[in-house]
């Protein structure tokens, strides 16, 4: 990196700490700390988006594109329609109940142990999680770049440590808002400059025209298989239930919205966010296609992980992977030049040129792509990781001017301090909150609440950087975490759903049926193979469902076995 | 969406009805483009 670079990636982020604790200045009040209900709408809306942006979304994203198309943008088409759920049903009762986090409600409604427990699951699904959204883009960035692994999450968890702790909701939300600002420009700003790389003559056009020829242009597919990941029914239906059981329940995003000065502006954030975010996720995925595009047209690397490549050329298997590799940056130039032809062909206007190019392409690209496979399955004993996430980050280092590449890469620290901040904000007021004030400190002061709460964020703070500090040496752990974290959404989001729409129904019922319904999705994850984001759906029905039963076989007889009725 | 908002308080805040209609409409048209112009782009570089 130059001295431009770093001098933008240190300014940005002196100025994202120094940004938090000033406008978090002069806490004095646990409860201003827990949550400031004070921001505008647009504010609440820009801090929703951030939290959900992590740093992982902006390196990741491009390279899903890269790998498979624009159809990645479905995943986010169910999320206005959550957004309006979530306006319409649990804004004006969180507000109405004044309560701190999403958990308190659940008292108020069925009993403390669903309370608890529901806290309980969050605080040790996101507690974990917070490790990865730093440990995620810290190890991608110290691949790229050649920094040491340790020190690149220090410096990540202990800034956003800062700042949060000094300044509490209010200053993670503000910061977001700087953060966000540097994301959007940073993206925009790479976009422009990919743009302005594409080789003489070739236009952005042109650019999607090879892509879509190549099959990346696939925005929309129709298709009834539940096995088929990212459908528009997947999108629609899956995505929804996501979307609402993340927005609707995880503290970390009810937490953005409390903030709201009234119900009002909640809302309008709230929509915001459904306004912006499908646009937001196809412009992005629009900026990996492009990358793939620039790739079909200059010879990529054969795999974009240039650790792996150096273990590879110095392993047992050096002579036959470099060989393999030959062939490969061989392959590479002749689909290169098939491309090349092919925006000629295009330009020519002339149909039968056309569709003659298009059928050389794709026999170039298809032995392109035999010759990578062959040079891969000599990487790593046979076992190749994905590369899929370092494809943005590797072209951005490779082929961006100075300044941009700092830019670029203070927009991922920014995204991932975000994320992280949200998540700590949101683990200190559930374990404040839900744990030590309702179960052990009932009666404290607010001046243990604001130290308590303190406290708190520290400890997640070194808990999520200790966990990220760890997280490398246990690869299929950390796979594992992401996996399970998404099979408790289902379920929790059915405990919330009875609570809004099923009144009669009591707490123990529910308890019941969350427990039936984690054991329904469970069996769903190891004996099928439906998406997971059929699981969200899967799980909410089932607690609904069973809940119904449970509550009905036993109403009339022993009222209390299904728990107080609201 | 105007700064100022449905002006309502949480205490008569309505479900569905009112300036709440209209925007929650605003949102799905919203969504409906964006499935349009999605659909477009597959079909148009196909």
């Given at each position: 990196?130059?001295?431009?670079?770093?001098?933008?990636?240190?300014?940005?982020?002196?100025?994202?700490?120094?940004?938090?604790?000033?406008?978090?200045?002069?806490?004095?009040?646990?409860?201003?700390?827990?949550?400031?209900?004070?921001?505008?709408?647009?504010?609440?809306?820009?801090?929703?988006?951030?939290?959900?942006?992590?740093?992982?979304?902006?390196?990741?994203?491009?390279?899903?594109?890269?790998?498979?198309?624009?159809?990645?943008?479905?995943?986010?088409?169910?999320l206005?329609?959550?957004?309006?759920?979530?306006?319409?049903?649990?804004v004006?009762?969180?507000?109405?109940?004044?309560?701190?986090?999403?958990y308190?409600?659940?008292?108020?409604?069925?009993?403390?142990?669903?309370?608890?427990?529901?806290?309980?699951?969050?605080?040790?699904?996101?507690?974990?999680?917070?490790g990865?959204?730093?440990?995620?883009?810290?190890?991608?960035?110290?691949?790229?770049?050649?920094?040491?692994?340790?020190?690149?999450?220090?410096?990540?968890?202990?800034?956003?440590?800062?700042?949060?702790?000094?300044?509490?909701?209010?200053?993670?939300?503000?910061?977001?808002?700087?953060?966000?600002?540097?994301?959007?420009?940073?993206?925009?700003?790479?976009?422009?400059?990919?743009?302005?790389?594409?080789?003489?003559?070739?236009?952005?056009?042109?650019?999607?025209?090879?892509?879509?020829?190549?099959?990346?242009?696939?925005?929309?597919?129709?298709?009834?298989?539940?096995?088929?990941?990212?459908?528009?029914?997947?999108?629609?239906?899956?995505?929804?239930?996501?979307?609402?059981?993340?927005?609707?329940?995880?503290?970390?995003?009810?937490?953005?919205?409390?903030?709201?000065?009234?119900?009002?502006?909640?809302?309008?954030?709230?929509?915001?966010?459904?306004?912006?975010?499908?646009?937001?996720?196809?412009?992005?995925?629009?900026?990996?296609?492009?990358?793939?595009?620039?790739?079909?047209?200059?010879?990529?690397?054969?795999?974009?992980?240039?650790?792996?490549?150096?273990?590879?050329?110095?392993?047992?298997?050096?002579?036959?992977?470099?060989?393999?590799?030959?062939?490969?940056?061989?392959?590479?130039?002749?689909?290169?030049?098939?491309a090349?032809?092919?925006?000629?062909?295009?330009?020519?206007?002339?149909g039968?040129?056309?569709?003659?190019?298009?059928?050389?392409?794709r026999a170039?690209?298809?032995?392109?792509?035999?010759?990578?496979?062959?040079?891969?399955?000599?990487?790593?004993?046979?076992?190749?990781?994905?590369?899929?996430?370092?494809?943005?980050?590797?072209?951005?280092?490779?082929?961006?001017?100075?300044?941009v590449?700092?830019?670029?890469?203070?927009?991922?620290?920014?995204?991932?301090?975000?994320?992280?901040?949200?998540?700590?904000?949101?683990?200190?007021?559930?374990?404040?909150?839900?744990?030590?004030?309702?179960?052990?400190?009932?009666?404290?002061?607010?001046?243990?609440?604001?130290?308590?709460?303190?406290?708190?964020?520290?400890?997640?703070?070194?808990?999520?950087?200790?966990?990220?500090?760890?997280?490398?040496?246990?690869?299929?752990?950390?796979?594992?975490?992401?996996?399970?974290?998404?099979?408790?959404?289902?379920?929790?989001?059915?405990?919330?759903?009875?609570?809004?729409?099923?009144?009669?129904?009591g707490?123990?019922?529910?308890?019941?049926?969350?427990?039936?319904?984690e054991?329904?999705?469970l069996?769903?994850?190891?004996?099928?193979?439906?998406?997971?984001?059929?699981?969200?759906?899967?799980?909410?029905f089932?607690?609904?469902?069973?809940?119904?039963?449970?509550?009905?076989?036993?109403?009339?007889?022993?009222?209390?076995?299904?728990?107080?009725?609201? | 969406?105007?700064?100022?908002?449905?002006?309502?308080?949480?205490?008569?805040?309505?479900?569905?009805?009112?300036?709440?209609?209209?925007?929650?409409?605003?949102?799905?048209?919203?969504?409906?483009?964006?499935?349009?112009?999605?659909?477009?782009?597959?079909?148009?570089?196909?």
């Amino acid at each position: 990196m130059s001295h431009l670079d770093w001098g933008v990636l240190v300014a940005a982020l002196a100025g994202m700490v120094a940004w938090g604790v000033w406008r978090g200045r002069g806490q004095r009040s646990g409860e201003g700390f827990l949550l400031a209900r004070e921001m505008r709408w647009t504010t609440v809306g820009l801090s929703i988006m951030a939290t959900q942006a992590s740093a992982i979304t902006f390196l990741s994203t491009p390279g899903q594109a890269y790998a498979d198309g624009l159809r990645f943008a479905q995943f986010y088409l169910g999320l206005p329609l959550a957004m309006i759920v979530i306006s319409a049903f649990f804004v004006p009762l969180y507000h109405r109940l004044k309560v701190h986090t999403a958990y308190e409600f659940l008292e108020s409604r069925f009993d403390l142990k669903t309370r608890t427990l529901t806290a309980l699951l969050f605080l040790t699904g996101r507690g974990l999680a917070a490790g990865l959204t730093i440990f995620a883009p810290s190890v991608i960035v110290s691949v790229i770049l050649g920094w040491p692994l340790a020190p690149t999450i220090a410096v990540i968890g202990v800034a956003v440590v800062v700042y949060t702790t000094a300044g509490g909701t209010r200053a993670v939300t503000h910061t977001q808002m700087l953060q966000a600002a540097i994301i959007l420009a940073g993206m925009a700003t790479a976009f422009g400059v990919l743009w302005w790389q594409l080789p003489a003559g070739v236009s952005l056009l042109d650019a999607w025209k090879v892509a879509g020829v190549a099959g990346r242009m696939n925005a929309i597919v129709v298709s009834g298989n539940l096995n088929d990941r990212y459908t528009l029914f997947s999108g629609l239906i899956g995505g929804a239930f996501l979307a609402l059981a993340y927005f609707g329940t995880d503290q970390s995003q009810v937490q953005r919205y409390l903030t709201g000065r009234s119900v009002a502006h909640s809302r309008l954030g709230l929509l915001l966010n459904g306004m912006l975010k499908v646009p937001m996720q196809l412009a992005i995925l629009l900026l990996g296609v492009t990358v793939f595009a620039f790739y079909q047209l200059t010879p990529p690397p054969v795999h974009f992980n240039p650790v792996s490549v150096a273990q590879a050329r110095s392993g047992p298997a050096a002579g036959a992977f470099s060989a393999a590799e030959a062939g490969f940056d061989r392959a590479a130039r002749e689909r290169a030049g098939a491309a090349a032809t092919l925006v000629q062909a295009l330009h020519s206007g002339d149909g039968a040129r056309q569709e003659t190019a298009k059928v050389a392409y794709r026999a170039a690209a298809s032995a392109a792509d035999a010759a990578r496979r062959e040079a891969v399955q000599h990487m790593d004993g046979g076992t190749p990781p994905s590369d899929t996430n370092y494809v943005f980050l590797s072209f951005v280092v490779g082929h961006l001017p100075a300044g941009v590449v700092g830019l670029v890469l203070a927009a991922v620290f920014a995204a991932a301090m975000s994320a992280s901040a949200a998540e700590l904000n949101a683990l200190a007021s559930t374990t404040e909150v839900d744990i030590v004030r309702r179960l052990l400190h009932r009666n404290g002061s607010d001046r243990r609440t604001l130290l308590a709460t303190r406290l708190a964020t520290v400890g997640w703070g070194v808990f999520a950087i200790g966990f990220a500090e760890l997280a490398g040496g246990m690869g299929s752990l950390v796979e594992a975490v992401n996996v399970l974290g998404s099979l408790f959404y289902g379920p929790i989001l059915g405990v919330f759903l009875v609570a809004f729409f099923l009144r009669r129904v009591g707490g123990t019922a529910v308890f019941v049926a969350a427990l039936v319904a984690e054991a329904v999705v469970l069996a769903c994850y190891t004996l099928t193979g439906i998406s997971f984001l059929w699981f969200n759906l899967i799980g909410a029905f089932a607690v609904v469902g069973v809940s119904l039963v449970v509550h009905h076989a036993f109403s009339g007889r022993t009222p209390e076995a299904v728990g107080s009725v609201v | 969406m105007a700064e100022a908002g449905p002006a309502v308080t949480s205490s008569e805040t309505p479900l569905f009805g009112g300036s709440w209609r209209r925007l929650y409409l605003l949102v799905l048209a919203n969504l409906a483009f964006w499935i349009g112009a999605m659909a477009l782009i597959t079909w148009a570089f196909a």
